[in-house]
């Protein structure tokens, strides 16, 4: 019996999904509850999928709402919408993030002390949803460092030198140990609120630590955290710890087909010509279908191929003057044909380059100008 809650929350999208399926086959003896945060404004391929997982799983994944919009009679989304006075969420206030997923997540989980398993792959650089609660602590399954960025932040610090040195000292012996200790020693020299700076030097060790073995790393912090407050603090084993997988985006492909649940639609490509060019575009992520943080060769491909959900964002856009999903052009300016054209040769070129420069995922690269994305409804 474990001491703790493990869960697992569905976004409707492939990595996500990808994940629920190799924990079920990797790690059967986790008693894992699965939940979805529901906006009522995903796409019909997110619900589709997320039957297929249930079937799959042989078990439930719990829909959450919030108990003020599931009282409203309206779809979470429209509730908020309005309580929010008409103003479109964005990267600056992201209403929708906290009100529809964070916060039914949290009330969902309690306060019980929880492993929440996030789908970050192995050649993604980025660190996902880290609650500010204490009781929940995140887990990355397809990394080579399974640890969440606070967790690694302490367990490196040059405070602690000394105690994860001991931790290293109940794992490995010799001169295996003696290698690890000339690391461990290595001074960080942090600089104040210089982030980037932080976490590169950081990122650094960590990776000098882990290649001289994932395993005996992942058993080192284990030992680090029993005095912590982090849940897995309260457990006597992980079965985790032994885990030296990365799992990388076709990874996860291979995963989705072979377990029989299948890769969502609207994943697949769509080709269209321009100028004697061919280019395709397809959906890189789940989430709402107007969410702001899509690519605008998402929105055409919206546009195109869900006209009506197209007219439908147009219409949350003419509640409020001044408010857009895009934040330097409206729906319309978008769809205009000589800015279409441009957005489809932008889209073109920027593939070109990525092909040659050896990645086929364009589709995972946003440009610099838009943001990654939110990590609470794209995992």
Known sequence: MSNIKHVLGISGGKDSAALAIYMRE??????????YCDT???????????????????????????????????????????????????????????KMKLEPFEKFVGTDPVASYVGIRGDEDRE?????????????????????????????????????????????????LDKVNIRIEEPLLLKDRNYDYNRKRTQEKLGKLLDLGVVEFNHAVFNFLKNTEYPLAKETDFPLLNNEEVLVRKDIFDLLEKSGVGVPAYYNKVEFELDGQKGDYARSRSGCYFCFFQQKIEWIWLYEQH?????KAIKYENEKEGFTWNQDETLMDLIKPERMHQIKNDHIQRKEKANSNGSTYLL???????????AACFV
């Open 40 to 98: 009522g404004k995903e796409l019909d391929e997110t619900y589709q999928l997320i039957e297929s997982l249930k079937s799959y799983l042989g078990r439930d994944i719990v829909t959450l709402q919030s108990e003020e919009a599931k009282n409203s009679g309206e779809d979470p989304f429209d509730f908020y919408f309005k309580a929010y006075r008409g103003y479109l969420p964005s990267s600056a206030a992201r209403w929708c993030t906290k």
């Open 128 to 176: 996902g949803y880290i609650s500010t609660k204490k009781s929940i602590q995140s887990i990355f399954p397809f990394r080579k460092n399974i640890w969440s960025e606070d967790v690694i932040s302490l367990v490196l610090s040059d405070a602690n030198r000394s105690v994860l040195a001991n931790c290293f000292s109940d794992v490995i012996k010799g001169k295996k």
């Open 307 to 311: 006209p009506d959900l197209f007219k």
């Open 26 to 35: 990797k790690y059967p003896q986790l008693d894992i509850l699965y939940y």
């Open 364 to 374: 995972d690269i946003l440009d610099s100008t838009e943001n990654t994305g939110c």
